[in-house]
């Protein structure tokens, strides 16, 4: 059986997700969906990252080549992020997903993963959920609203389209539901 997870790939699952969320929880999934990063850097974020901000700048933990190659990832805040931002309470210096454990510490990956789980299962979402799903459905939502693979591979950091197009859970199906749509 393999540990992979998927993409939300739907707006219909998205809504449903998002209903099954409340406060910092909800909070992490949509900046988790609009931003695409790994929870390893989504969870080091702090309110001051994103507070009266139009872009975040964040240099990745996870990239691939040396420290060196790494490059500050320039992210513009959609409208619902700049919202759900302005909502929030706290100081800037806090961390957004700040855990209830602790001062000012954020919330661990194991509990991200609880939090994600939980509300797939509310939402009646059947599709394998992890952290790394809300990556996924980034960069489907991008695919899907037509943004070259290409892009989105440079956004990745992937190093062929084939890779991005498997990352994001493109099918078997969907290539030949692609193909089937073409009727000359």
């Known amino acids: ?8 790939k ?23 969906v609009s931003f695409g990063l790994r929870i390893s850097d989504l969870l080091t974020l702090k309110i001051g990252d994103l507070r009266n901000k139009t872009h975040l700048t964040v240099v990745e933990k996870k ?4 420290r060196k190659q790494r490059k500050p990832r320039r992210i513009k805040l959609s409208q619902t992020v700049v919202a759900e931002v302005k909502a ?16 000012n510490q954020p919330i661990s ?9 939980d509300a797939a299962e509310r939402a009646g979402i059947d599709v394998n959920i992890g952290t790394h799903s809300l990556r996924k459905a980034f960069g489907w939502q991008l695919y ?4 070259d693979v ?11 389209p084939a890779m991005t197009l498997k990352y994001i859970g493109i099918t078997s199906q969907e290539i030949d539901d692609a193909y089937e749509a073409i009727e000359v």
């Open 88 to 103: 929030l309470g706290g100081h800037n210096d806090d961390y957004l997903f700040q855990s209830r454990k602790g001062v």
């Open 63 to 66: 990239t691939t080549g040396t």
């Open 150 to 160: 290409t892009r989105i591979m440079e956004i990745f950091g992937h190093s062929t």
């Open 1 to 8: 059986m393999s540990n992979a997870v998927d993409a939300i």
């Open 10 to 32: 739907t707006k219909r699952d998205i809504e449903r997700m998002k209903k099954a969320l409340h406060g910092r929880d909800r909070l992490l999934f949509v900046i988790g």
């Open 109 to 117: 990956r194991v509990q991200a993963y609880r939090i994600l789980n």
């Open 144 to 147: 899907n609203k037509g943004i």
